[in-house]
């Protein structure tokens, strides 16, 4: 809600195109407001990895389904009555390498669907408006900050 009410004002409290890069973001937010901004960044990014990490997953779960199913028949791919991580030494050789094969293939096609993903990124990341980066400190920033309060109060 508060960002669906931030994006309609006319001068938001944090802007926020701040959370495209984080060197920028945190040049251009108000110094009262680095604390926030970077922990908002953070959150997000985080946010947006464990997003990535678990679509991908999903992926490479359901490829190395499907490739097992393919190659061992549909008993091999429902699993066991243990939910214990199969010992690979311990697999006969020739099924050995159709999992070490089923699992190298799924990666490759998992790289396959990423890389769309990040081609668009790279595209997306083409239009960001660039702003040029502060060159004071928090301090100084802060004291210039303040000046200029002080001096829209006195007038």
Same mark, same amino acid.
């Given at each position: 809600?508060?960002?669906?009410?931030?994006?309609?004002?006319?001068?938001?409290?944090?802007?926020?195109?701040?959370?495209?890069?984080?060197?920028?973001? *945190?040049?251009?937010?108000? /110094?009262?407001?680095?604390?926030?901004?970077?922990?908002?960044? =953070?959150?997000?990014?985080?946010?947006?990895?464990?997003?990535?990490?678990?679509?991908?997953?999903?992926?490479?779960?359901?490829?190395?389904?499907?490739?097992?199913?393919?190659? *061992?028949?549909?008993?091999?791919?429902?699993?066991?009555?243990?939910?214990?991580?199969?010992?690979? /030494?311990?697999?006969?050789?020739?099924?050995?390498?159709?999992?070490?094969?089923?699992?190298?293939?799924?990666?490759?096609?998992?790289?396959?669907?990423?890389?769309?993903?990040?081609?668009?990124?790279?595209?997306?990341?083409?239009?960001?408006?660039?702003?040029?980066?502060?060159?004071?400190?928090?301090?100084?920033?802060?004291?210039?900050?303040?000046?200029?309060?002080?001096?829209?109060? =006195?007038?």
């Amino acid at each position: 809600m508060a960002v669906f009410v931030e994006s309609r004002a006319a001068e938001p409290i944090v802007p926020l195109d701040i959370f495209r890069n984080r060197t920028v973001s *945190l040049s251009t937010v108000a /110094s009262v407001l680095v604390g926030a901004a970077t922990s908002v960044l =953070t959150f997000f990014r985080s946010m947006g990895g464990a997003i990535g990490v678990s679509a991908l997953g999903a992926v490479l779960a359901n490829r190395v389904t499907e490739l097992t199913t393919e190659r *061992l028949g549909p008993a091999a791919a429902g699993g066991g009555s243990s939910a214990a991580v199969p010992d690979l /030494s311990t697999l006969p050789q020739p099924l050995l390498r159709v999992v070490q094969d089923v699992y190298g293939t799924a990666t490759a096609e998992l790289f396959l669907v990423g890389a769309p993903l990040a081609l668009l990124a790279m595209v997306v990341v083409l239009f960001i408006k660039e702003k040029p980066l502060h060159t004071l400190s928090g301090d100084e920033r802060r004291a210039q900050e303040e000046a200029a309060q002080a001096a829209g109060l =006195t007038h």
